[in-house]
């Protein structure tokens, strides 16, 4: 009896099992991979200042973005071929001598800069003209090698009593990817 009983209790016990494991079906699966392709990062150039060169107090001396190739200020833009970007500048609204003590307003009209895309004829004849007041309008860089080049000119305003020296002022361009 002492077997018949182990066999009773080891067949209920594989009986509780069965009886209580979960049912199974039939299963698939499949994988996917997440992917994303990071862009290259944009570089900014500085290649040339804008400059106004020689000033007579009161006179106002302009710069044109096109047709003064030599003085018109220049940045070169370069990134992922084809990548949307916006192109946005901080303009100085005044020029001052090193030692600050005297100061030369600048002027920028909304036509005074331009650029180029690789789609243009250059500097004298751009792709199209930006606004270097904003705000900004999204471009695309350029389809062969990821590049535009961006022309500004501008305005000094001396007065007649303008105090002689150099004068400077900064002039940012910041160019970034919109994801498009």
Known sequence: MKIKGKLWLVL????????????????????????????????????????????????????????????????????????????????????????????LPINFGNSDAAYDDGTGGGQTAPAGELNPNGPSAPKDLGAIDGTIIVWIGGTVVPAVWQTGGDYTGDIVLTAAYTGN
């Open 12 to 103: 209920f016990a594989g009986f509780f099992v069965l009886a209580t494991a979960p049912e199974t079906k039939a299963q698939e699966s499949g994988t996917i991979q997440a992917i994303a392709t990071v862009i290259s990062g944009l570089r900014v150039d500085g290649n040339r200042d804008l400059n106004f060169g020689s000033v007579m107090p009161g006179v106002n001396k302009s710069v044109d973005k096109q047709t003064d190739g030599t003085f018109a200020g220049q940045w070169t833009i370069t990134g992922t071929p084809s990548s949307e970007v916006t192109i946005d500048f901080v303009l100085p609204t005044y020029m001052y001598t090193v030692d600050s003590i005297a100061s």
